[in-house]
């Protein structure tokens, strides 16, 4: 557990500093995170992560999509990494269009929050990082982190078809539906058509 | 103890003002003592520079508006304009003001991007040194070839003894390319300079860089590139004000943040940098170089500052 620690430990830091940064600036940001940072800040899984996945900025109440960063926050970002010698992309928002088609219904009830200062990050809940990283897993095929991480998680049979139901909503390809099945298959689920709805 | 560390950062102001001090001595600003006698001495960026830090130094704003209000035939607007451009950060309040009092107690000078005047009452102390003396070697190539571009060209050539576009120049100079260049053929005209075509580029050099120099006497050694070094220093000037935050990761990161901002200026003067190791771990390396760089540029010493280098002095940098 030692490197889990030391990695969440680095990433509580950045974020902590970014934190100080944008409170010192006076300027704050409510932002949803995603992917492998967000199940480390869970304590959810231990494998090493160099960015986080940022995907929308709460604003009145409302998640929006986030395309890019912005400046204050782009600029207050770059300046952490430069001085904690992080990747130019710690912070990025590259699965942002998993905002386009909508998120996992009750999304927001279930979120675990996180305050940093000046920054304040909504973090899914188990349940819907797995709707997010299977997804990602048969997108990406079974050697891909997502896959591994998917695994971490321990699913339950319940879980992965709330999931599953989730993923065909974001594609609703023949292709993309058969793919899903062999990775649910891979975790033991076998799953009929009228299951994925 | 936070990682500014308000020690240091008293260190660090006390040190810049003696530096200022000492400079400005240079020019004739009524102060004590003489640290920076072989330092050729650049007005303009030294104008330019000074009144972001010397706000903070009453005594010395007030001799240095004193100089300046008696002296400023000296100085070119045309200069102040361009180092103004491109040193941003130095377009503060402090520079409005410092100009419009200038402007206001000298009842003729007209330097750029002047506000509103402060109070202020002629102190008669300072006056302008002997032109014959080595420090001043760049105001009196101004009094023998004129205040224009022509001194400036003939100056940076003289001191580097490289060959350079004229574009190169303007940027060296801080004069417009077209007036550098309009220069650079009169004195091609006199034979003073002499053009190289290399590519679709025209260099130009001096014809005789001994008999000028022997004709403009004894000069300081140390000429450094003025705005790039008064860049460093008022740099880790504004770093003291972080002793107003309080929180230790916003001066890291802040601190970090100042040190990107020169390192390019310190390769430049092959001024030795710190150590740039990630994080709060750099925090006394900063301090440590900082208090160091600062005191041996106070006392006008560059030995104990300066990296392995083929030169033995700081020189204009220039690419070559």
Redesign the interface.
Same mark, same amino acid.
């Given at each position: 557990m030692l490197d889990m620690d030391v990695q969440r430990e680095a990433l509580e +830091?950045a974020l $902590?500093?970014l934190g $100080?940064?944008l409170? +010192?600036q006076r300027t704050p940001y409510e932002l949803l995170a995603v992917g492998g940072s967000g199940l480390l800040l869970l304590g959810l899984i231990n494998r090493p992560t160099g960015d986080l996945d940022v995907i929308a900025l709460l604003q009145r109440g409302v998640f929006e999509k986030l395309e890019s960063l912005p400046e204050p926050l782009q600029v207050a970002a770059d300046?952490?990494g +430069? $001085?904690?010698?992080l990747d130019d992309r710690w912070l990025n928002t590259g699965p942002s269009s998993l905002m386009d088609l909508g998120l996992p219904r009750g999304l927001e009830h279930r979120l675990v929050t996180r305050q940093y200062?000046g920054l304040c990050l909504h973090l899914p809940s188990r349940e819907d990082q797995i709707c997010f990283k299977l997804h990602a897993a048969v997108d990406r095929g079974p050697d891909d982190k997502h896959y591994e991480d998917l695994k971490i998680l321990e699913p339950t049979r319940d879980e992965l078809i709330i999931g599953a139901r989730w993923t065909v909503t974001h594609d609703i390809s023949e292709g993309f539906r058969q793919m899903l099945k062999e990775c649910l298959a891979s975790l033991g689920v076998e799953v009929s058509d009228d299951e994925l709805g | 103890m936070t990682s500014l560390d308000s020690e240091a950062a008293q260190t660090l102001r006390r040190e810049i003002h003696k530096f200022y001090w000492g400079v400005w001595s240079e020019l004739g600003v009524s102060g004590w003592g003489r640290t920076h006698e072989d330092w050729a001495i650049d007005p303009e960026p030294l104008i330019v520079f000074s009144p972001s830090v010397i706000a903070s130094e009453p005594r010395l704003r007030d001799e240095v508006i004193d100089w300046c209000s008696d002296n400023w035939r000296h100085v070119s607007a045309v200069r102040l304009r361009h180092l103004l451009n491109g040193n941003e950060n130095e377009e503060t309040d402090a520079w409005g003001q410092f100009a419009a009092t200038v402007n206001r107690s000298s009842g003729a000078a007209k330097w750029p991007r002047a506000t509103t005047e402060r109070k202020f009452a002629r102190t008669g102390r300072s006056s302008l040194r002997p032109l014959s003396e080595r420090s001043m070697i760049f105001l009196r190539m101004r009094s023998i070839f004129g205040l224009s571009a022509r001194t400036e060209v003939l100056r940076y050539l003289l001191f580097t003894g490289e060959r350079s576009t004229a574009a190169m120049l303007a940027a060296q100079t801080n004069y417009a390319k077209r007036n550098v260049a309009e220069a650079c053929e009169s004195l091609v005209q006199a034979g003073v300079l002499q053009s190289t075509q290399i590519g679709n580029r025209l260099y130009f050099s001096l014809v005789d860089g001994e008999a000028l120099s022997a004709f403009l006497g004894p000069s300081a050694h140390i000429r450094p590139d003025w705005p790039v070094l008064l860049r460093v220093v008022n740099a880790v000037f504004s770093w003291t004000q972080l002793e107003k935050t309080s929180n230790d990761r916003v001066v890291t990161v802040e601190t970090h943040r100042v040190f990107n901002g020169i390192r390019g200026d310190l390769n430049a003067l092959r001024l030795e940098a710190p150590d740039h190791v990630v994080g709060s771990q750099f925090m006394p390396i900063w301090r440590n170089w900082s208090v160091m760089l600062m005191r041996s540029l106070a006392a006008g010493d560059l030995a104990l500052t300066q990296s392995a280098a083929p030169s033995t002095e700081i020189t204009e940098s220039h690419p070559r």
């Amino acid at each position: 557990m030692l490197d889990m620690d030391v990695q969440r430990e680095a990433l509580e +830091e950045a974020l $902590a500093t970014l934190g $100080a940064v944008l409170q +010192e600036q006076r300027t704050p940001y409510e932002l949803l995170a995603v992917g492998g940072s967000g199940l480390l800040l869970l304590g959810l899984i231990n494998r090493p992560t160099g960015d986080l996945d940022v995907i929308a900025l709460l604003q009145r109440g409302v998640f929006e999509k986030l395309e890019s960063l912005p400046e204050p926050l782009q600029v207050a970002a770059d300046q952490v990494g +430069e $001085a904690l010698g992080l990747d130019d992309r710690w912070l990025n928002t590259g699965p942002s269009s998993l905002m386009d088609l909508g998120l996992p219904r009750g999304l927001e009830h279930r979120l675990v929050t996180r305050q940093y200062g000046g920054l304040c990050l909504h973090l899914p809940s188990r349940e819907d990082q797995i709707c997010f990283k299977l997804h990602a897993a048969v997108d990406r095929g079974p050697d891909d982190k997502h896959y591994e991480d998917l695994k971490i998680l321990e699913p339950t049979r319940d879980e992965l078809i709330i999931g599953a139901r989730w993923t065909v909503t974001h594609d609703i390809s023949e292709g993309f539906r058969q793919m899903l099945k062999e990775c649910l298959a891979s975790l033991g689920v076998e799953v009929s058509d009228d299951e994925l709805g | 103890m936070t990682s500014l560390d308000s020690e240091a950062a008293q260190t660090l102001r006390r040190e810049i003002h003696k530096f200022y001090w000492g400079v400005w001595s240079e020019l004739g600003v009524s102060g004590w003592g003489r640290t920076h006698e072989d330092w050729a001495i650049d007005p303009e960026p030294l104008i330019v520079f000074s009144p972001s830090v010397i706000a903070s130094e009453p005594r010395l704003r007030d001799e240095v508006i004193d100089w300046c209000s008696d002296n400023w035939r000296h100085v070119s607007a045309v200069r102040l304009r361009h180092l103004l451009n491109g040193n941003e950060n130095e377009e503060t309040d402090a520079w409005g003001q410092f100009a419009a009092t200038v402007n206001r107690s000298s009842g003729a000078a007209k330097w750029p991007r002047a506000t509103t005047e402060r109070k202020f009452a002629r102190t008669g102390r300072s006056s302008l040194r002997p032109l014959s003396e080595r420090s001043m070697i760049f105001l009196r190539m101004r009094s023998i070839f004129g205040l224009s571009a022509r001194t400036e060209v003939l100056r940076y050539l003289l001191f580097t003894g490289e060959r350079s576009t004229a574009a190169m120049l303007a940027a060296q100079t801080n004069y417009a390319k077209r007036n550098v260049a309009e220069a650079c053929e009169s004195l091609v005209q006199a034979g003073v300079l002499q053009s190289t075509q290399i590519g679709n580029r025209l260099y130009f050099s001096l014809v005789d860089g001994e008999a000028l120099s022997a004709f403009l006497g004894p000069s300081a050694h140390i000429r450094p590139d003025w705005p790039v070094l008064l860049r460093v220093v008022n740099a880790v000037f504004s770093w003291t004000q972080l002793e107003k935050t309080s929180n230790d990761r916003v001066v890291t990161v802040e601190t970090h943040r100042v040190f990107n901002g020169i390192r390019g200026d310190l390769n430049a003067l092959r001024l030795e940098a710190p150590d740039h190791v990630v994080g709060s771990q750099f925090m006394p390396i900063w301090r440590n170089w900082s208090v160091m760089l600062m005191r041996s540029l106070a006392a006008g010493d560059l030995a104990l500052t300066q990296s392995a280098a083929p030169s033995t002095e700081i020189t204009e940098s220039h690419p070559r």
